[in-house]
T-cell receptor, first 111, second 119 residues
Framework: EDKVVQSPLSLVVHEGDTVTLNCSYEVTNFRSLLWYKQEKKAPTFLFML????IEKKSGRLSSILDKKELFSILNITATQTGDSAVYLC???????????FGAGTILRVKS | DADVTQTPRNRITKTGKRIMLECSQTKGHDRMYWYRQDPGLGLRLIYY???????NKGEISDGYSVSRQAQAKFSLSLESAIPNQTALYFC??????????????????FGPGTRLLVL
């Protein structure tokens, strides 16, 4: 059964801290892994990772994939209150790229 | 204008009622999806459609049905709503064959969500 597990489930930090969010997966025929940020409503796309070891960066966010150990991490440096959100990890699986989502990590950044 | 829209945005209904949630997109994507989101369970796939003639069940399709009226429209129906269908519902689209320079075919674009409460 295809599975995506995220940890921690929730996290509270202070502004300026660095956080690392984890995502492990078990899927057949792995193709890619996606990270989304969900604030009040719909998830918004952050990164798609397809190759091991190549870090994707967008401002203070970065992500890396390890296809051998079947996990990805999302790093946020110098956190701000606007980073408070649910971060979702997802992997396409099965017939036609249906996304399997993890339960998400709730991040709260306190000022 | 938003690329993926959902109506209604909020709905309260009673047990046993039939309701329909609608999704429209202007992205020109062939693929459309319906998810529900519950606290602690993440997003779970209800139904998905790869074109107007191709509709497939997701992991939690019982109690739901869908209709793909056109490439741009994908509706989700609850034939007889029950309280455990109270959730946040999202529609999403994706492009199987993206144009060069776009982010990739597995990327899904989500609507704003419909919050449903079944009493």
């Amino acid at each position: 059964e295809d599975k995506v597990v995220q940890s921690p489930l929730s996290l509270v930090v202070h502004e300026g801290d660095t956080v690392t969010l984890n995502c492990s997966y078990e899927v057949t025929n792995f193709r890619s892994l996606l990270w989304y940020k969900q604030e009040k409503k719909a998830p918004t796309f952050l990164f798609m990772l397809t190759s091991s070891g190549i870090e994707k960066k967008s401002g203070r966010l970065s992500s890396i994939l390890d296809k051998k150990e079947l996990f990805s991490i999302l790093n946020i440096t110098a956190t701000q209150t606007g980073d408070s959100a649910v971060y979702l990890c997802a992997v396409p699986a099965g017939y036609g790229n249906k996304l399997v989502f993890g339960a998400g990590t709730i991040l709260r950044v306190k000022s | 204008d938003a690329d993926v829209t959902q109506t209604p945005r909020n709905r309260i209904t009673k047990t046993g009622k039939r309701i329909m949630l609608e999704c429209s997109q202007t992205k020109g994507h062939d693929r459309m999806y319906w998810y529900r989101q519950d606290p602690g369970l993440g997003l779970r796939l209800i139904y998905y459609s790869f074109d107007v003639k191709d509709i497939n069940k997701g992991e939690i399709s019982d109690g739901y049905s869908v209709s793909r009226q056109a490439q741009a429209k994908f509706s989700l129906s609850l034939e007889s709503a029950i309280p455990n269908q109270t959730a946040l519902y999202f529609c999403a689209t994706s492009d199987f064959a993206p144009k060069p320079g776009t982010s990739g075919r597995e990327t899904q674009y989500f609507g704003p969500g419909t919050r449903l409460l079944v009493l």
